[in-house]
T-cell receptor, first 111, second 113 residues
Framework: ELKVEQNPLFLSMQEGKNYTIYCNYS?????LYWYRQDPGKSLESLFV?????AVKQEGRLMASLDTKARLSTLHITAAVHDLSATYFC???????????FGTGTRLKVLA | KAGVTQTPRYLIKTRGQQVTLSCSPI?????VSWYQQTPGQGLQFLFE???????NKGNFPGRFSGRQFSNSRSEMNVSTLELGDSALYLC????????????FGPGTRLLVL
């Protein structure tokens, strides 16, 4: 069965610092999704990575996908408090219409 | 374009009761998925519907069921509620349900006492 693992689970970082969240998955898939969830809120789509080597950037967030390694990264550059949230990656089990989510990484950016 | 809507937003029930949650997808979206989110288990897939057909179901007991109507609106039902069913239930919609971004509703927070 498809498994999706994220690390770290919790991340506390100072404003202005850089850090990377990792997402590993266990089956062949060419697509990976990143979502953000603010406390008490729903999930908001951040990125869709559609192929091996794909890189997407939005503001201080950059996501990449290595399908051979079954690994995606979400890199945070010069973190600001507004980035504090929980970040999820998700992979579709091919042909199943079922999306499996990672455990989530709770990010707290300290002023 | 209006987003995904879910009703009710909050619900308190007691053990043994049943509950029905509703989800209206984005206009034109025909796939609706349901997820249960808890602090301990994270986001878990419940089921997915497309054109009134359930195409996949997660590892949940038969007490959890759902359906989709011809207008793509979906409902999920939980019978004989247990304390462990307390969770945030999220609905997500997409055009066809495969290889595309899902758009999530605000969720229904269910508390079982």
């Amino acid at each position: 069965e498809l498994k999706v693992e994220q690390n770290p689970l919790f991340l506390s970082m100072q404003e202005g610092k850089n850090y990377t969240i990792y997402c590993n998955y266990s089956t062949t898939s060419d697509r990976l999704y990143w979502y953000r969830q603010d406390p008490g809120k729903s999930l908001e789509s951040l990125f869709v990575l559609l192929s091996n080597g794909a890189v997407k950037q939005e503001g201080r967030l950059m996501a990449s996908l290595d399908t051979k390694a079954r690994l995606s990264t979400l890199h945070i550059t010069a973190a600001v408090h507004d980035l504090s949230a929980t970040y999820f990656c998700a992979v579709e089990a091919p042909g199943t219409y079922k999306y499996i989510f990672g455990t989530g990484t709770r990010l707290k950016v300290l002023a | 374009k209006a987003g995904v809507t879910q009703t009710p937003r909050y619900l308190i029930k007691t053990r043994g009761q049943q509950v029905t949650l509703s989800c209206s997808p984005i206009s034109g979206h025909r796939s609706v998925s349901w997820y249960q989110q808890t602090p301990g288990q994270g986001l878990q897939f419940l089921f997915e519907y497309f054109s009134e057909t359930q195409r996949n179901k997660g590892n949940f007991p038969g007490r959890f069921s759902g359906r989709q109507f011809s207008n793509s609106r979906s409902e999920m039902n939980v019978s004989t509620l247990e304390l462990g069913d307390s969770a945030l239930y999220l609905c997500a919609s997409s055009l066809k349900g495969a290889e595309e971004t899902q758009y999530f509703g605000p969720g229904t927070r269910l508390l079982v006492l």
